[in-house]
C-alpha cells in the first residue's frame, strides 16, 4: 500500500519561496536517544579557538568577525564570534552586555554597503559549539529575497564579483575600527600603469593646438627666466622713487614715482585722476640737471579754481608744522621726493 503524499506547507506558494513545480515533502525520520556531539563540544578541536586572526576581518580582545572564504549570492555574509571558547547561554554578564552592541554595531557596518537593504542577523548553533551569529546582507530592491529564505537564495543566485565583494569586507572592517579593534581586511589593489613619460609631444597637424599643444606651452612659460625689478620700479613699489623725476601736474607741482620724459622724448601726459578729461594735456620740458622736469609755458593745464582747495597759510601740502613740508618729509624744509636740501622751481610757476 503506497503513502499517501502529504500536502505542501503554506510557504511553498509564497512568493519568496526559492523553488517550484513538482515538490513533495521528505518523510520524518525517527528521534534519536542521544544527540550527536556538535563541533568544538571538545574545545581542543575547536576550529574557532585554534583559527589565527589572520583569518577573520576584524578583530578585538573578545570578539572577532569572519567571511567565508569566497564570494556567495548576496553582497555580504559575515559572522560574529566570541574569542572566548563559550555558547550564547554561557556568556557572562559582561560579554553578554558587549554581544548586543556588537551586533547592533555589526548590522549597521554591513547595511552601510551600498545595495543592502536589510540585514538579517541568525543564529543556529546546531553545528558549533562556539558561539557565531549570521549577518546575511539582502540585496535592494530583490523583493524574492525577503524573509525565511534568504539563507537559501544565497547558495543559489551567482556570486558576486570578487572585487566587489572585498571591498565590502575592507569597508565593514573599517567601520569596526572606528570604535576599536583591528581591521585586518584590505580593499582589492588598484592594477593601474603610469605613463612612460609626462612630457607633452609635440603635434602637428590640426591637433597642434589641442591640450599637448597648450601643456607644453605652459611647461615653456613655467622654464621661461623672471624679468629682474629695477631698482626704480622698486623704489616706487616702496612708495618713493629718489632718483625718478616727477611729472608735472595741473598746479606746476610734480607728482612722486612718475617716469620723466627727457630731450626729445618728452610725451604729453594724461590728465590727473580727479580732473575734467576734456582739459589740454601738459608739455612737458627737461629741467635742470638735478631737478625735476618743468611745465612748458603756455601749455600747463587750466584749472578752475574751485576745483582745487585753497592754501592754508603757513602750510603747503598737508604739512603738519607749517615749515613748507611736502612729499612727506620730516624736516620741514621743503625736502622733495627723497632729496634732502632741493627745492623744486616748479612750484613757483604760476599756474
Given at each position: 500500500m503506497s503513502e499517501v503524499p502529504r500536502p505542501l506547507p503554506g510557504f511553498a506558494a509564497w512568493p519568496t519561496f526559492p523553488f517550484e513545480g513538482d515538490l513533495r515533502v521528505k518523510k520524518l525520520d525517527d528521534p534519536v536517544a542521544v544527540e550527536p556531539p556538535r563541533h568544538g563540544d571538545d574545545p581542543s578541536e575547536c576550529r574557532a579557538c585554534h583559527a589565527p586572526d589572520?583569518?577573520?576581518?576584524?578583530?578585538?580582545?573578545?570578539?572577532?568577525?569572519?567571511?567565508?572564504?569566497?564570494?556567495?549570492?548576496?553582497?555580504?555574509?559575515?559572522?560574529?564570534?566570541?574569542?572566548?571558547?563559550?555558547?550564547?547561554?554561557?556568556?557572562?554578564?559582561?560579554?553578554?552586555?558587549?554581544l548586543g552592541v556588537m551586533t547592533v554595531r555589526l548590522e549597521r557596518a554591513v547595511?552601510?554597503?551600498?545595495?543592502?537593504?536589510?540585514?538579517?542577523?541568525?543564529?543556529?548553533?546546531d553545528g558549533s559549539a562556539h558561539l557565531h551569529l549570521w549577518f546575511l546582507a539582502r540585496p535592494a530592491g530583490r523583493l524574492q529575497l525577503r524573509g525565511t529564505f534568504l539563507s537559501l537564495w544565497d547558495e543559489i543566485l551567482p556570486p558576486i564579483p570578487e572585487h566587489q565583494w572585498r571591498e565590502n569586507l575592507a569597508l565593514v572592517a573599517a567601520w569596526l575600527a572606528e570604535f576599536g579593534g583591528t581591521p585586518l581586511a584590505e580593499p582589492p589593489r588598484i592594477d593601474w600603469k603610469s605613463p612612460?613619460?609626462?612630457?607633452?609631444?609635440?603635434?602637428?597637424?590640426?591637433?597642434?593646438?589641442?591640450?599637448?599643444?597648450?601643456?607644453?606651452?605652459?611647461?615653456?612659460?613655467?622654464?621661461?627666466?623672471?624679468?629682474?625689478?629695477?631698482?626704480?620700479?622698486?623704489?616706487?613699489?616702496?612708495g618713493a622713487a629718489p632718483d625718478d623725476p616727477a611729472t608735472t601736474s595741473a598746479d606746476g607741482e610734480g607728482t612722486p614715482g612718475a617716469p620723466a620724459p627727457s630731450g626729445d622724448d618728452a610725451t604729453a601726459v594724461p590728465a590727473v585722476p580727479g580732473e575734467s578729461a576734456s582739459t589740454d594735456e601738459i608739455r612737458v620740458v627737461p629741467g635742470p640737471s638735478g631737478f625735476p622736469p618743468i611745465g612748458e609755458p603756455g601749455t600747463q593745464r587750466r584749472t578752475r579754481a574751485a576745483d582745487k582747495p585753497g592754501p592754508v597759510p603757513g602750510q603747503r601740502d598737508g604739512s603738519a608744522d607749517g615749515q613748507g613740508q611736502r612729499d612727506g618729509s620730516a624736516d620741514?624744509?621743503?625736502?622733495?621726493?627723497?632729496?634732502?636740501?632741493?627745492?623744486?622751481?616748479?612750484?613757483?610757476?604760476?599756474a
Open positions: 589572520q583569518a577573520y576581518i576584524w578583530v578585538s580582545d573578545r570578539w572577532r568577525v569572519r567571511s567565508l572564504d569566497r564570494p556567495t549570492g548576496l553582497p555580504m555574509v559575515l559572522i560574529l564570534e566570541s574569542r572566548s571558547h563559550l555558547d550564547l547561554g554561557d556568556l557572562p554578564n559582561m560579554l553578554a552586555a558587549e547595511r552601510s554597503l551600498d545595495g543592502v537593504a536589510r540585514v538579517h542577523v541568525n543564529r543556529w548553533g612612460a613619460t609626462l612630457t607633452p609631444v609635440a603635434q602637428s597637424g590640426p591637433d597642434a593646438n589641442g591640450p599637448a599643444a597648450a601643456g607644453g606651452a605652459l611647461a615653456t612659460a613655467a622654464e621661461a627666466p623672471t624679468p629682474d625689478v629695477s631698482e626704480s620700479e622698486a623704489a616706487r613699489d616702496r620741514g624744509q621743503g625736502q622733495r621726493d627723497g632729496s634732502a636740501d632741493s627745492r623744486d622751481p616748479a612750484a613757483s610757476t604760476p
